[in-house]
């Protein structure tokens, strides 16, 4: 038998309102409780069965309770120990000069604050034609950049030797520039200002190529040792490493050094030239 359309639709209308109804007489207050119930959170004293909240530390906590080592406080972050460290940053023979130089960092202390030991010199037919002294307290100015305070002494095989109050800061810029920058205030109002600036370009995880500048400045003349106001000299030079272990890197290398003003003048006077190019081979440690 046929049935109209309009009819057929009347009856499944009319069979989901007898539904409802039926749906909603029925009895939930269970569900309703059991819903309410699920919602909120657990309360109440833990079970004795339940794990012990100290469990996870291995049955430690830091200064107090059952677990407790005896004595000072056993347990300390990484930034309240103390590490030393010895970076020999430049060990070189230097061809045309026929001398040996060298550039090393000693620093002992927290991350925050640190002695810090810089020296640098020359070395010319096992004489110490020069060399200059840093010691510094090194405190950390944020997370890039460490200030540094303390005395530089300066000495001569031939000349006077000098004494500074050094100011500086040290640490990587952005860009990954690792820079060392230091002013200077010495006797007889001489200041002076010295900066170093360095790049690593690395063409494999061991072969590392890095550019490497160095200047500075004098604030007055100082005749004796053959150095004039201004910008005295300045330095640039490339250094090919090679990285048998992160401690332990040899290089060769190619390096321009240049004096100006006075200074020039005074290299000029006893011969020398003011600015000179040569082949140098070193090695890069630390440890």
Not at 35 to 43: I, K, P, R
Not at 62 to 89: C, M, N, S, V
Not at 185 to 212: H, K, M, N, V, W
Request: some cysteine.
């Amino acid at each position: 038998m046929n049935i109209n359309p309009v009819t057929k639709l009347c009856q499944i209308s009319l069979a989901c309102v007898l539904a409802g109804g039926a749906y909603a007489e029925m009895d939930h207050s269970n569900h309703d409780s059991g819903a309410h119930e699920m919602g909120q959170a657990q309360g109440g004293k833990a079970p004795d069965n339940a794990r012990d909240p100290h469990a996870y530390s291995g049955g430690f906590t830091l200064t107090e309770g059952p677990y407790a080592l005896p004595g000072p406080r056993q347990l300390k972050l990484a930034d309240e120990h103390r590490f030393w460290a010895i970076i020999g940053d430049r060990l070189e023979y230097q061809e045309k000069s026929e001398s040996t130089v060298f550039d090393l960092q000693a620093w002992y202390g927290t991350t925050y604050n640190r002695l810090v030991v810089k020296t640098e010199g020359d070395i010319l037919n096992g004489t110490l034609e020069e060399s200059s002294n840093d010691v510094l307290w090194s405190r950390a100015f944020n997370a890039y950049f460490d200030t540094q305070l303390g005395a530089r002494v300066d000495n001569y095989d031939e000349g006077e030797d000098r004494q500074w109050l050094a100011l500086g800061f040290q640490g990587l810029a952005p860009y990954w520039f690792e820079v060392d920058v230091t002013a200077y205030l010495g006797d007889d109002g001489r200041t002076a200002l010295s900066a170093e600036a360095e790049y690593e370009l690395l063409f494999t995880q061991r072969l590392i190529l890095q550019p490497r500048m160095e200047i500075n400045l004098l604030g007055k003349d100082d005749p004796a040792n053959g150095l004039g106001s201004g910008l005295t000299n300045m330095s640039a030079g490339l250094r090919l490493r090679y990285e048998f272990s992160r401690q332990f890197a040899p290089y060769i290398g190619v390096e321009w050094t240049g004096a100006f003003g006075d200074t020039a003048d005074y290299l000029q006077a006893q011969g020398e030239d003011k600015s000179t190019t040569q082949v140098l081979a070193g090695l890069k440690f630390w440890f």
